[in-house]
């Protein structure tokens, strides 16, 4: 991680009041995680103790303090998705990139994530990977679009 890169986004909101929550995404955008190193950045910057940035960070879930892969995949488990088959929509993928809920593929690509609702309901079961979402879902389609996203290879 750069920390001249974390200046840089730092810098994009020099004097706007309340910006800790822009830049902390910018940062989860550039870096997929948000490291010791750059929350201690920030908090200095801002001259804010650093227990309030943490206080953000920790608060939202789509921050995170643990490296994420290039594409987060969220599996929808909500109601509708659960007995429209997600669960087997998420084992597929657990199988499939040789990973559980939770975790991240060695080589950085992937991060497994389950939810509990994606406002879809009418759509589900669905997934979204890197932000697009897809819709009816069946383990069939879940490896298609993986192989979208690794050159054709599972």
């Not at 929550?21 to 200095?44: G, K, T």
């Amino acid at each position: 991680m750069s920390l001249d890169k974390v200046t840089e986004i730092i810098e994009r909101y020099k004097g706007e009041k309340g910006a800790t929550v822009a830049i902390l995404q910018d940062l989860q955008e550039e870096y997929h995680y948000l490291s010791p190193e750059a929350l201690e950045q920030v908090a200095a910057s801002l001259d804010i103790p650093l227990s309030r940035v943490l206080r953000v960070a920790t608060f939202y879930k789509a921050f995170s303090l643990t490296p994420r892969g290039k594409y987060l995949i969220n599996v929808c488990l909500g109601t509708a998705c659960h007995v429209r088959g997600g669960v087997r929509n998420l084992e597929e993928l657990q199988n499939d990139l040789g990973i559980q809920a939770g975790e991240t593929t060695q080589d950085g690509l992937f991060t497994l994530e389950k939810v509990y609702c994606l406002g879809g309901c009418a759509l589900g079961p669905l997934i979204v990977i890197g932000g697009k979402y897809y819709s009816k879902m069946n383990p069939l389609k879940v490896e298609a679009v993986l192989k979208e996203y690794t050159g054709g290879q599972i």
